[in-house]
């Protein structure tokens, strides 16, 4: 009874380690999206408009691509989304460099980055479950 106690407690944790990076990967590429929702305020012309909304949802593009590889091969979304968190910090570095260090680059790496690093952890986390029970 006990070990059948355990292995529905081990099935109900796999289970979470499963959809919980997938559920926040989506929220989060979501809430990237949002970001590219300012073009619409430019004054573009239509398709000045769809090209910049295109090239603002690359990496939103990049990471859902990424999503869906990641569904089966969970050390992909591992990779990828820890590589997209330093990406993003990289990326801002020349600013801080240019302008000097102020506080609300602080809260811009937690934002971006801090759920990139979450949801890549949690893939490796998963993928590490999977393959010590096969």
Not at 11 to 19: G, H, P, R, V
Not at 38 to 44: H, P
Not at 73 to 99: D, N, R
């Amino acid at each position: 009874m006990k070990n059948e106690l355990k292995k529905d407690q081990k099935s109900e944790i796999n289970k979470y380690i499963f959809w919980i990076p997938r559920i926040l990967s989506i929220l989060f590429i979501c809430f990237l999206a949002v970001f590219s929702l300012d073009v619409f305020d430019s004054g573009l012309s239509f398709w000045l408009t769809i090209l910049a909304l295109l090239m603002q949802n690359i990496p939103g593009i990049f990471l859902a691509i990424v999503l869906a590889i990641s569904w089966k091969y969970e050390i992909v979304g591992g990779i990828a989304f820890i590589f997209a968190g330093l990406l993003y910090i990289l990326s801002v570095l020349p600013k801080i460099f240019q302008t000097g260090f102020q506080y609300y680059y602080l809260t811009w790496f937690l934002m971006i980055s801090g759920p990139a690093f979450l949801i890549g952890i949690l893939f490796f986390i998963g993928w590490y479950q999977k393959k010590k029970n096969n």
